[in-house]
């Protein structure tokens, strides 16, 4: 059985949806011609390995801006989870929580070290 799969994606960028699935990437790319010039091929790893996070955890999007908002992600290919960003006009980081006042409270914490100088931990 393949490790992989190559989607034929197709339509605008703001409405891109999967056209076929395929085994291998040769036949993928000979149903090119099927699409349109914004049709591609991309390819993903089945059964791929699993996030490591804490038990009942979920990934979480935190940002202060205006307010403090909390959003549940996706957590594939995340990788700079507890790393706070600043762009000047705000600060957002991503962290392991089990529901939405968890997160806050979690971020915000690290939002606000971050921003008083201390190290905070990945």
């Given at each position: ?7 034929l994606?197709?339509?605008r ?6 056209l ?22 991309e ?14 955890h ?13 959003i ?21 980081v ?12 979690i ?8 921003k ?7």
């Amino acid at each position: 059985m393949a490790s992989k799969v190559y989607l034929l994606v197709g339509g605008r960028s703001d409405d891109r949806r999967v056209l076929a699935t395929f085994s291998t990437r040769v036949a993928a790319q000979a149903a090119l011609r099927f699409g349109d010039e914004r049709t591609t091929v991309e390819e993903f790893a089945l059964d791929p390995s699993m996030p490591s996070a804490p038990a009942g955890h979920s990934l979480w999007y935190v940002q202060s801006f205006h307010g403090n908002t909390a959003i549940r992600m996706e957590a594939f290919e995340q990788d700079e989870i507890a790393q706070v960003f600043d762009d000047g006009d705000s600060c957002s980081v991503l962290v392991w929580a089990r529901e939405e006042e968890h997160a806050l409270r979690i971020g915000m914490e690290l939002i606000g070290r971050f921003k008083a100088g201390q190290v905070v931990p990945a």
